[in-house]
């Protein structure tokens, strides 16, 4: 019997397709998603393509210790790179980093570090593969919401934003930020060569998943790449619903909660919370 055991170190990479046939594929795009938005972004894509084949995980230490199930089966977190020939397209699912910073709240000083390393290390492979263009994709909650993506170049570039999007720019100390992962990887890859932008949808409330078609329909403008936009809609129809119905439900909560308050300012125990 083997002894053998799976190992993950700080960055561990699993090869599901040759490289060096995917260097000769010569695919020019690669759309990411990291947060929760662009994760269900690069999901619904993903499986909208016939012809989408997974090109590797990547499994470290620093994703939180979960796992995840797809269907009746549970893997170790990981993160994935896949591919269709047909449609000249890389799809990155970033869902360890995605989970890093909502599992350790602020992040440590290793964990800061190993984002850049990280980052780094899919740029060289962006590189290797002849990756000339990079979108990543996320979502802002705005004052005022007003259905519009706000996009992000991270070099000089006369590419046309999609209609009715808003190109993002520094204005004084009210400057617009974009943190983690979203910004470190087209960062240090437009550094390096490599087009990069980032398209961030409004969201209506916290987990609008709404906001993960409009931000596709902007990549879909904006890099050329056909994309079924109705089958988009059609696979992610079941998870908008259930989201919106718990967003329904805890707005719902907190209404009851607000009515437990008395006109005397008296404290109603509601469970095991203390509502003024």
């Not at 910004?183 to 961030?200: D, K, N």
Request: hydrophobic share 40%.
């Amino acid at each position: 019997m083997s002894t053998d055991v799976f190992e993950v170190s700080d960055l561990t990479l699993l090869w599901d397709v040759d490289r060096e046939l995917l260097k000769r594929l010569r695919i020019p795009i690669m759309v990411a998603g990291f947060k929760i938005t662009g994760n269900a972004a690069t999901y619904y894509l993903k499986e909208s393509i016939e012809d989408a084949e997974r090109a590797f995980r990547l499994y470290s230490h620093f994703f939180p210790p979960v796992t995840t199930v797809d269907g009746d089966k549970f893997s170790i977190i990981h993160e994935e790179l896949w591919f269709s020939r047909t449609k000249h397209l890389y799809i990155y699912r970033g869902e360890g980093t995605e989970r890093l910073q909502g599992y350790r709240g602020v992040l440590s000083p290793d964990a800061s570090a190993f984002l850049y390393k990280y980052a780094m290390n899919l740029v060289r492979i962006c590189k290797d593969l002849g990756i000339r263009e990079i979108y990543t994709l996320g979502s802002v909650t705005p004052v005022r919401y007003e259905g519009a993506v706000h996009v992000a170049f991270y070099s000089d570039s006369h590419k046309k934003i999609p209609e009715g999007a808003r190109r993002i720019e520094r204005r004084g100390v009210d400057a617009f930020f974009i943190e983690g992962e979203d910004a470190l990887l087209p960062g240090f890859a437009s550094a390096s060569g490599i087009e990069c932008y980032t398209l961030m949808a409004e969201e209506r409330h916290f987990l609008d998943l709404r906001a993960s078609i409009t931000a596709l329909e902007a990549f879909r403008e904006m890099s050329g790449i056909d994309i079924d936009m109705e089958k988009v809609r059609k696979i992610a129809k079941s998870d908008i619903e259930q989201f919106e119905k718990r967003i329904k439900e805890y707005q719902r909560r907190l209404m009851d909660s607000s009515s437990a308050t008395t006109g005397t300012g008296e404290r109603h125990r509601i469970g095991s919370s203390i509502y003024l």
